[in-house]
């Protein structure tokens, strides 16, 4: 682990926000020339270019939730989050690359329609952004320590990440879309690819211990919104029960007017007030009655 990394210096906050500054400069590329490229050179019509931008929010629906769990539990090239964001970079450079030569790509694989090989890209392009965008914020959490080094990470990453998306459209507007367009492909390949040289990914995280608890948690708030609680009793309002670690919540029902009015309390650190509570017991909350 380099020096850098063991003293969380600013250096190397910079260089851990820049994964995630090339997968946004390449969203940037991508919604400022896409449209104008398809139709300016390639002459789509609107309709036409709509369904080239839906293919990609269809990669990211799919793609986001699975990279996401293969890369918690993956550990291949040195890294539990590298890979994913080398593969990412490298695929989005090659996409913005491919945008001003889709006509060339078609041509050389022998593909009549421009639009095939239009969706075909752009679908490319927004998974390969979405491959890496969470492994990229993912890795900040990796290897800082919970509280405000976590939160200093972020906020570096957020800064950097939003004065290079608005340098991208600026770049566009000033210079064109074409120098965006290249200038792109060289920044998201050395932004994605370079940093890691300098980030080492703990093997084991530090954060691993509490799995169990936020699980239980989850299981908790599951069982508060199974379809039988809305179905149980008289009431229209649900009691939430938020349990604290090492902390007892009971629910107290007091009758109000010939009405129960209940309250969840957990030592003192949070009320939740819900009138006319459906019967707790069945939230797994030890319900008690005073008169």
């Known amino acids: 682990m380099l020096a850098i990394q063991k003293r969380l210096s600013n250096i190397f906050y910079i260089i851990l926000g820049l994964p995630s500054t090339a997968m946004g400069f390449a969203l940037s590329i991508q919604i400022a020339v896409l449209s104008w490229i398809l139709r300016t050179k390639y002459n789509l019509e609107i309709d036409q270019i709509g369904i080239v931008w839906a293919a990609g929010p269809i990669a990211g629906i799919l793609g986001q939730p699975i990279i996401g769990l293969i890369s918690d539990k993956a550990w291949f090239w040195g890294g539990r989050r590298k890979p994913f964001i080398i593969i990412g970079g490298i695929l989005a450079a090659l996409m913005i690359f491919a945008l001003p030569n889709i006509d060339k790509i078609s041509n050389f694989f022998g593909i009549a329609s421009i639009m095939a090989v239009a969706i075909t890209v ?3 392009l927004d998974l390969s952004i979405n491959i890496s965008f969470n492994p990229t914020r993912s890795i900040i959490a990796d ?3 919970d509280g405000q080094p976590r939160t200093k990470g972020y906020t570096w990453m957020q800064s950097i990440s939003n004065l290079f998306g608005s340098g991208a459209y600026l770049m566009g507007a000033l210079i064109g879309n074409y120098f965006l367009i ?3 492909v060289i920044i998201v390949l050395v932004f994605s690819i370079g940093p890691l040289l300098f980030i080492e990914e703990p093997r084991v995280l530090a954060d691993s211990a509490k799995d169990e608890e936020l699980k239980s948690g989850g299981r908790i708030i599951q069982n508060v919104f199974r379809p039988r609680i809305f179905m149980a009793g008289y009431s229209n309002y649900v009691c939430l029960h938020v349990r604290f670690s090492g902390t007892e919540t009971t629910c107290t029902a007091r009758h109000v007017g010939g009405r129960p009015q209940y309250a969840a309390r957990a ?5 939740i007030l819900y009138p006319q509570c459906c019967r707790c017991n069945l939230a797994g909350i030890p319900a008690r009655t005073d008169e």
Request: aromatic share 8%; proline share 7%; net charge negative.
């Open 267 to 271: 030592d003192d650190r949070m009320v």
């Open 143 to 145: 290897v800082t320590p």
């Open 122 to 124: 752009a679908l490319t």
């Open 182 to 184: 290249y200038a792109g």
